[in-house]
């Protein structure tokens, strides 16, 4: 069972919720799922726009039996303020409680994993919340809750965004172009290439991925003619990697990664920068990115698209990256727990 | 007729040259085209790799009577010296000779355009080339050849990357990446944006092109809080030129703007550096991608890849990209001359 949190709820994320309870319930191997959320917010969004989806409040032990029925929903007490399409920063406290809610079940082996509904920062941010963004703070609760079982080192999120065509994970993300180059350091790649490493064996049963590095210059640099990065950090950091066992190559040239001959060398491409990540998937995959959140101490998955507040009264939103999402989340958890029970 | 140079010998243009005119020598309206070479070089290389090509040296009027039945070589006295894979300082003189007669051969109106294959950069520096690349010679050449024929603007070649699925150009191409913010000018993005608009009236028949200008932060920088490039620079830039009669917009997130509903609301992007721009065309079009030069006083494309010293002794080339170039100076040149007609 996955906890799907609500997202803000002048979003798409509910609409999104609904949408995937129709697609999925009668799948016979479903990713179920419930949402913790306002149920009359629910309700009243499923008559607006007309979709037949009856709404079930529940514990969460009771809804795997529920889901083929009713999309089940963990209430919690704040109620919906805004209306779709506008934000209402009184929401702010009802979708974080959704989302510490989740992270609390997942604590307390409720849930297998989470999956998150966009959020907007700015109408959080208005209403206090002070971390960088959904990643981060869902770092610092897994700190907060499992601190006391986690190794020594802390928690480090590391996005990467998956699709079948292509996996892929930006380095550094939400920064200024002109500050990457100083961002990307020998230390971040060495523990990102580790991080995702780790949970490849640990959750894609993949015990040896081949991580390839683009370089950050064009063309990689051309043995320095174009940028010293790659000889005086990445090539380290990779040379670094292997000395660890991990299957690390590159720095290869990014403009020649990520077509198809190209993609079938490696299984995770480790770009230097958001667009040089995010360009090759929402390319190939623009309807099917999941965004995954890897180094946490529990399976979070997310759509790769935001709030849409545009288009959220419309009821036209496509559940096709959440869908995705909750398939992969589901996946992830189960070879999380076969390889726990093997162990 | 088209004038195609040989390139670097010891890499896959000649080969590439052979193939493409096996390909394409009995269509009824190939892209019919002369190269400038040695020819017994040719020669010998269609025995080695036992390809049934006769080749006929020819003067350039002759050419075109010619190539239905061979490949029409317009000789250059220097005989090529390096084996294949293993470049020789000794031919940089005739690669440079074989694009000089290319361009003296279109200012004479004995070439309707240019289709230049793979040179080696650092060859030919060993041997005292001066110029940053192929495109930059060109330049200097166009503007020598063409200099009174010329309106007062000097020559600023554009290089434009075309495909089907794709046409994008990069504002800034090889340099380091931590020189991109700086090099980003206004003047740079209204300049480019200018000869992109006017080379695609004058040479695809498009009149009033839409071009969509990427932002050169992450979210072309989310209103300032990820850089102010995209405020101060980009944005009036683009103004500019509206300002001037040219549909420009943006700045778009870079990420969201190559999927297939996206590329189908502009027709040419301009990127803001290398990757940006080569990432989304090779990740679509990775075979048949075509390297044109915008600004110049002639038709100028070439195949979108480099010499390939490592596999230039097999015999595998792919031809695609470059018989794809033919085929788009071919139509380039048929619509400028069309055009001048109409005038």
Redesign the interface.
């Known amino acids: 069972m996955l906890a799907l949190t609500r997202g803000d709820p002048s979003g798409i994320g509910p609409e999104l919720a609904l949408k995937a309870w129709l697609a999925l319930h009668e799948e016979p191997a479903a990713p179920a799922f419930f949402i913790i959320a306002d149920a009359e917010h629910l309700g009243a969004l499923a008559a607006r726009f007309a979709m037949p989806v009856p709404i079930a409040i529940c514990d969460p032990s009771e809804a795997a039996s529920i889901f083929p029925k009713a999309l089940p929903v963990v209430a919690i007490s704040e109620k919906v303020q805004g209306r779709l399409s506008q934000p209402d920063v009184a929401d702010a406290s009802g979708t974080l409680r959704s989302i510490e809610t989740a992270a609390a079940l997942v604590q307390a082996g409720q849930a297998t994993g989470l999956v998150t509904n966009p959020i907007a920062k700015e109408v959080l941010q208005r209403a206090g919340f002070a971390h960088q963004g959904h990643t981060e703070f869902l770092g610092k609760l897994a700190q907060r809750l499992f601190g006391n079982h986690l190794p020594d080192e802390t928690v480090r999120p590391v996005m990467l965004l998956w699709s079948p065509e292509l996996a892929v994970v930006p380095a550094t993300?939400?920064?200024?172009?002109?500050q990457?180059?100083k961002l990307v350091t020998f230390e971040l790649l060495v523990e990102t290439g580790r991080i995702v490493a780790q949970d490849y064996a640990r959750r894609f049963a993949h015990a040896a991925p081949r991580l390839a590095f683009t370089g950050?210059?064009?063309?990689a640099?051309e043995s320095g003619r174009?940028?010293r990065?790659e000889i005086d950090i990445i090539a380290p950091a990779i040379a670094e990697l292997r000395r660890q066992g991990i299957d690390a190559r590159g720095p290869f040239p990014?403009?020649?990664l990520?077509?198809?001959?190209a993609r079938a060398r490696y299984d995770v491409a480790i770009a230097m920068?958001?667009?040089?990540a995010?360009?090759?998937i929402?390319?190939?995959a623009?309807e099917t990115a999941v965004n995954v959140t890897l180094g946490l101490p529990f399976v979070r998955t997310s759509p790769d698209h935001g709030t849409a507040f545009d288009i959220a009264a419309e009821g036209k939103a496509d559940p096709s990256s959440l869908i995705a999402a909750l398939r992969l989340a589901a996946r992830l958890a189960q070879t999380e727990a076969a390889q726990s029970r093997a162990a």
Chains 1, 2 share one sequence.
């Open positions: 993300i939400h920064v200024p172009l002109a990457v180059p950050l210059n064009p063309h640099g174009m940028g990065e990014a403009d020649t990520f077509h198809a001959a920068y958001h667009d040089q995010l360009i090759p929402k390319t190939l623009f």
